[in-house]
């Protein structure tokens, strides 16, 4: 082997080597991110937020393509990418019920809601299971779009008193990352407003049964508990 050719091999393997370094270099940093809660505490309420009922908020289900740290934008009808430096802080399900959680507590007269499964060890009175359809900025509009289907139940889980379908369309305001998450937490907020509304429909409800059941009792205790007699 000539000198030449030995020289050859070695700028070569220099320039793998160089290739290879480069491609090594560390890239762009990972960003972390969080789903925000809303803040209506201060407007919404008016009973004591400690005699308020227990809320237990279950485990959010999600298909798994969402399933994924690096948060999603949807490109066209059927392609999906995945952001490989803008990443959720913790467990995407998790965001979300945390965040569905505060915000219920912030629209509701109640401090006392929980999640997971500390609801089989308390008396709850209400049971919020959510199904997470779709969830993700959608590039052609510039808006994240949620859809989810959810349940409301008595304490027992077994009784239901609301079940429905919400779809929301939310604007984005940039074209940034934060910006997504941001109109990612409206959109939560605005399905936790919905949720909230059916419980609170569902109080009244009970209350209005209630106060009707106790009317009609003292009714019948005023009457003797009988109706009186015909005269012939």
């Not at 629209?107 to 006392?112: I, V, Y």
């Amino acid at each position: 082997m000539t000198i030449a050719s030995i020289t050859s091999i070695r700028i070569a393997i220099a320039a793998v080597c160089g290739v290879l370094a480069g491609c090594a270099e560390p890239g762009a940093p990972i960003r972390h991110y969080v789903i925000d809660t809303t803040e209506q505490r201060g407007t919404v309420r008016q009973a004591s937020a400690q005699d308020g009922p227990i809320i237990a908020v279950a485990p959010v289900a999600l298909p798994e393509y969402l399933n994924q740290n690096g948060i999603l934008t949807r490109n066209s009808r059927n392609e999906i990418v995945r952001s490989e430096s803008h990443v959720w802080a913790g467990p995407l399900s998790e965001e979300i019920g945390r965040a569905v959680a505060e915000n219920l507590s912030a629209l509701l007269p109640t401090d006392r809601v929980t999640l997971g499964a500390v609801r089989r060890i308390l008396p709850v009175d209400y049971t919020v299971d959510i199904e997470i359809v779709q969830f993700e900025r959608t590039e052609a509009t510039n808006a994240v779009d949620l859809v989810a289907r959810w349940v409301v139940f008595r304490g027992d889980e077994r009784t239901v008193l609301a079940m429905r379908r919400s779809q929301l369309h939310t604007p984005v305001a940039g074209t940034e990352y934060q910006d997504t998450a941001a109109a990612m937490s409206d959109a939560l907020g605005a399905l936790s407003e919905e949720i909230a509304s059916a419980i609170m429909q569902t109080r009244d409800r009970r209350k209005s049964d209630r106060l009707s059941a106790e009317r009609m009792s003292r009714n019948q205790g005023g009457n003797g508990g009988a109706a009186p007699a015909r005269r012939r």
